[in-house]
């Protein structure tokens, strides 16, 4: 799931002149990865952002004072400090001033160097390794996961895969996901999720997946 839509909050009264002073707030729904000291990398959700800051949204518990990272799809990273929590969400004052249209460009593939490429933002990736299997023609072959993210994943694995094959990936906590291989290099390959892992799911993976705080 990439930058989904958004609109601009606006104040219903006469703002007068601390409208143009106010840093403008855009609601939002676009997927991160977390990194927080300590937490190892996590995902979340940015609810809305701003010149100046953003609210997230994450079961993992973060404190007030957090210096955290958050790679957004297509590759902004904002860096801040954890200013509240409540139930799950948290409020981020970033270290420095942003700018919110780019931000949003970048993560939707609309920038001018996304359309140069004519790329398709990728969604932020978890480097946890681990055991899993993948299933050809109902052969199981083991493979090691190097890193997963709710669209795909790259695994290390001692035979080069049929590329014009469709297959399942088995990762233990996980439910099994059919994919196809998108590339091959040597002992590795970049596999394509059919369907997405469900934001819910793959948060409480990599939640247990890591070591508690």
Same mark, same amino acid.
């Given at each position: ?33 977390? !990194? ?31 210096? !955290? ?35 949003? =460009? ?12 004519? =790329? ?32 795909? =994943? ?53 939640? =247990? ?5």
């Amino acid at each position: 799931m990439g930058a989904a839509e958004h609109q601009f909050d606006h104040n219903a009264s006469d703002p007068g002149p601390w409208a143009a002073r106010a840093p403008r707030t855009v609601t939002t729904l676009m997927v991160g990865k977390l !990194i927080c000291t300590g937490a190892g990398e996590q995902l979340c959700r940015v609810r809305n952002i701003s010149a100046s800051g953003m609210m997230l949204e994450t079961p993992f518990p973060l404190r007030e004072g957090d210096r !955290i990272v958050v790679e957004l799809r297509g590759g902004p990273v904002l860096e801040g400090q954890i200013m509240w929590v409540s139930e799950g969400r948290a409020g981020v004052q970033f270290h420095e001033a942003i700018d919110v249209e780019d931000v949003l =460009a970048a993560a939707k593939g609309s920038s001018p160097a996304a359309r140069l490429r004519r =790329a398709v933002p990728r969604a932020p990736r978890f480097a946890i390794a681990g055991n899993a299997r993948l299933v050809c023609n109902g052969v199981s072959h083991n493979v090691v996961m190097e890193n997963i993210s709710q669209s795909g =994943a790259r695994v290390r694995l001692s035979n080069q895969p049929d590329l014009d094959r469709v297959m399942t990936l088995v990762v233990p906590g996980l439910s099994p996901r059919s994919c196809t291989v998108r590339w091959a290099e040597d002992d590795s390959a970049g596999v394509a999720f059919i369907e997405m892992i469900p934001y819910a799911e793959l948060s409480a993976w990599l939640n =247990a997946a890591q070591p508690p705080r």
